[in-house]
């Protein structure tokens, strides 16, 4: 079985079984259609960000680093691109944002995978799948409490989760990692 297929599982059955750090859970919120928007361009959400933190496999620990930089516009359609690379496994995986929800600081964003680069061939039976995660941005400057993301969920055989399923109905079942301070994460909602 495949190094991410590993990982993903260990992600998905945490979620399943409820893992979650209820201190950073809303409930969703529904994007108001009287949003002030952006008139020049339609935009209604922009979610970006390029941060770090550390990872353990195993015995090895290393950074993970991820950055993404999407939007999502007033008809509902959703662009951008993601990068993950997680060092301490040994892959990377990118692709298309395919979907973007908001509920105060917090976003969740969903997508597919493009591409992989793995040393174990059978990763690459991912491309094409669903992916997604949560991040919740705190603020920028020194006092700011750290912005908090989770890890990338995939989609499975037997998961119940897919990145639209995820996007609309925003559960907060991963667990939250804190990010390294000089991270630039930012949810915008205009």
Known sequence: MGTLRRLGELVLGLALAGCSDDRFALAP?????????DHSTGVVVQVKG??????????????????FDSERKADGTTAGTYFYDF???????????TCISTAGNQAWIGGTVAR??????EDQALVGV???WRSIDNGQGATATPDLTTGLGF???GS???AESWCRDQPAVLVLRELDPGSDLKIKVK
Do not use: C, N, Y
């Open 29 to 37: 919120e529904p994007d108001s259609p009287a949003m002030a928007q």
């Open 50 to 67: 390029t941060a770090d933190h550390l990872r353990t496999v195993g015995d090895v620990t290393a950074l993970t680093l991820f950055s």
């Open 87 to 97: 060092q301490a496994a040994g892959f990377s995986v990118e692709g298309p944002v």
């Open 116 to 121: 992989i680069d793995s040393p174990d061939p």
């Open 130 to 132: 669903d992916m997604w």
């Open 155 to 157: 989609e499975f055989p």
């Open 160 to 162: 119940t989760i897919t």
